[in-house]
């Protein structure tokens, strides 16, 4: 009888099993790399939306800069508009903080307890809304809407001072109002 010996080479089946095995580990090789990609590329567009709200949602002074004084000594309180920028989104006032700061002192100056009742004495430390043009009576500074704001820090500015006023929404950029009071200061002054 004869001997059948076995050779030791790969047979069709098995070539097709390793064949289909490189192929199942390419193709989870490819499904992770694509699953990657796709939220890398999702978490690139967040960043760029993120981005693009914070700068839409910024605001702009319109028209003068006022500085008000009881005493014609000290100039006590602030008066500036804002609005939004063009193309910006509305912007909660409720929110926004501001930061006084001249060579000598910084502050926070904190909103009135009701921002919803127009005020124009706001109190030392203090800041409200006195004012509102094309819009409605709430805390939102919305497209196309003017808001008269009074700011009232705790010292009065005395003349040839330089003050900075820096308004920070609680999105988008802060805005910062850099003024100095006149050498003689009045009932109404305007400041530059």
């Known amino acids: 009888m004869r001997n059948i010996v076995h050779d030791e080479a790969f047979t069709g089946l098995e070539a097709a099993i390793v064949l289909i095995a490189f192929v199942v580990v390419a193709a989870v090789f490819s499904y992770v790399v694509l699953g990657a ?5 999702q978490k690139s567009q967040e960043v760029v939306h993120s981005g693009v709200s914070q700068a839409s949602s910024s605001m702009q002074i319109v028209g003068d800069v006022f500085g008000l004084s009881s005493d014609n000594t ?5 008066r500036y508009s804002i609005q939004i920028t063009a193309g910006g989104s509305s912007i909660d006032m409720s929110k926004v903080q501001m930061t006084w700061s001249t060579t000598s002192t910084v502050e926070n100056i904190n909103p009135v307890s009701n921002l919803s009742v127009d005020d124009t004495t706001p109190g030392t ?3 409200s809304i006195g004012e509102r043009k094309f819009g409605n009576t709430d805390n939102l500074l919305e497209p196309g809407e003017i808001m008269t704001i009074y700011v009232q820090p705790t010292n009065g500015i005395g003349s040839n001072t330089k003050f900075d006023l820096e308004i920070k929404p609680s999105i988008g950029a802060s805005l910062s109002l850099t003024r100095t009071i006149p050498a003689g200061v009045n009932a109404v002054n305007k400041l530059y």
């Not at 990609?37 to 590329?41: C, K, L, P, V, Y």
């Not at 000290?74 to 602030?78: E, K, L, R």
């Open 125 to 127: 430390g203090a800041w």
């Open 37 to 41: 990609g796709f939220f890398t590329t």
């Open 74 to 78: 000290n100039v006590t309180t602030v």
